[in-house]
């Protein structure tokens, strides 16, 4: 219960520093939503001086890679294309689609019929889904074209059988340029956060460890490494640059045992005490 006008720097960290935060992400973003009302009350004349601007942030903390196995991400689609209500069928071809393509939630939402080339085997990623909209750019601003592998192309088809029923069912909107529309009468889903529905329920039912569906994105790229590809290829694949994604996926660059991989190292005895003593 501080007048706006008193508020001072001093006074923001030491509240900050009183506080007990649960984690570095929430007391980053507590300190920034501080700062932008303070900003305002700057604009507004309120303040001579914003007295959070001199406030450092803290660190993101890095979220804990946790894919799931092949198996698992398997279990989910086969559970997903086993729904009840058949327009939600979609979502099992939507999940089939990023488990095994890589796609970051908001590209696979925004993905239309004309970026799909079958002839290529390609998906042309150039449009992510932002705040209910549309729009023409990927999250790094670069477009990219991504290989479809068997089970991405299968989910295609699934989609293609699904649009053909939907167009000649009932509903405020019977056709749409996207791939994936929502089992509701909507182009495509407006947000990200609206699959949890779908996804929250089938982990529940299966009794798996809850993860976001991001993770799909996770159980692609470390299935991709597992399986020995090359990791230049992986990364223009997910969008990703190649330090990017040895930093993240470091754990998961070889398949086989590490012992296995220090075998490779030629250092033995014998090579060592044949060398010339002086040298």
Same mark, same amino acid.
């Given at each position: 219960?501080?007048?706006?006008?008193?508020?001072?720097?001093?006074?923001?960290?030491?509240?900050?520093?009183?506080?007990?935060?649960?984690?570095?992400?929430?007391?980053?973003?507590?300190?920034?939503?501080?700062?932008?009302?303070?900003?305002?009350?700057?604009?507004?004349?309120? @303040?001579?001086?914003?007295?959070?601007?001199?406030?450092? @942030?803290?660190?993101?903390?890095?979220?804990?890679?946790?894919?799931?196995?092949?198996?698992? %991400? &398997? +279990?989910?689609?086969?559970?997903?294309?086993?729904?009840?209500?058949?327009?939600? @069928?979609?979502?099992?071809?939507?999940?089939?689609?990023?488990?095994?393509?890589?796609?970051? @939630?908001?590209?696979?939402?925004?993905?239309?019929?004309?970026?799909?080339?079958?002839?290529?085997?390609?998906?042309?990623?150039?449009?992510?889904?932002?705040?209910?909209?549309?729009?023409?750019?990927?999250?790094?601003?670069?477009?990219?074209?991504?290989?479809? &592998?068997?089970? %991405?192309?299968?989910?295609?088809?699934?989609?293609?059988?699904?649009?053909?029923?939907?167009?000649?069912?009932?509903?405020?909107?019977?056709?749409?340029?996207?791939?994936?529309?929502?089992?509701?009468?909507?182009?495509?889903?407006?947000? +990200?956060?609206?699959?949890?529905?779908?996804?929250?329920?089938?982990?529940?039912?299966?009794?798996?460890?809850?993860?976001?569906?991001? &993770?799909?994105?996770?159980?692609?790229?470390?299935?991709?490494?597992?399986?020995?590809?090359?990791?230049?290829?992986?990364?223009?694949?997910?969008?990703?640059?190649?330090?990017?994604?040895?930093?993240?996926?470091?754990?998961?660059?070889?398949?086989?045992?590490?012992?296995?991989?220090?075998?490779?190292?030629?250092?033995?005895?014998?090579?060592?005490?044949?060398?010339?003593?002086?040298?």
């Amino acid at each position: 219960m501080v007048r706006v006008d008193l508020i001072t720097t001093t006074l923001l960290r030491r509240v900050i520093a009183d506080t007990n935060w649960t984690s570095a992400n929430l007391k980053r973003n507590a300190i920034t939503r501080l700062a932008t009302i303070l900003g305002a009350a700057t604009r507004e004349g309120l @303040l001579t001086k914003n007295p959070a601007e001199m406030i450092e @942030l803290p660190k993101r903390s890095r979220k804990e890679i946790d894919p799931f196995t092949l198996a698992e %991400a &398997n +279990t989910i689609i086969d559970k997903l294309y086993q729904h009840k209500h058949w327009p939600s @069928l979609i979502y099992g071809a939507l999940f089939e689609f990023m488990f095994f393509t890589g796609l970051r @939630l908001s590209e696979a939402l925004a993905v239309r019929w004309d970026v799909i080339d079958m002839e290529k085997r390609t998906v042309h990623v150039k449009r992510t889904v932002a705040l209910g909209k549309v729009e023409e750019r990927t999250k790094t601003g670069r477009d990219r074209f991504v290989l479809l &592998n068997d089970r %991405a192309l299968r989910a295609i088809q699934f989609a293609r059988e699904y649009a053909d029923r939907r167009r000649h069912g009932k509903g405020v909107v019977t056709e749409t340029p996207f791939v994936f529309p929502p089992s509701k009468n909507a182009e495509h889903v407006k947000q +990200t956060s609206d699959l949890h529905k779908q996804w929250v329920p089938v982990l529940n039912e299966l009794g798996f460890r809850r993860r976001p569906p991001y &993770n799909c994105r996770h159980t692609y790229a470390t299935i991709c490494l597992m399986s020995g590809l090359n990791p230049a290829f992986i990364a223009q694949q997910l969008g990703h640059s190649v330090q990017m994604l040895l930093s993240t996926y470091a754990r998961w660059l070889n398949s086989s045992s590490d012992w296995s991989e220090l075998e490779k190292l030629k250092i033995g005895i014998k090579s060592v005490s044949a060398e010339n003593p002086a040298s």
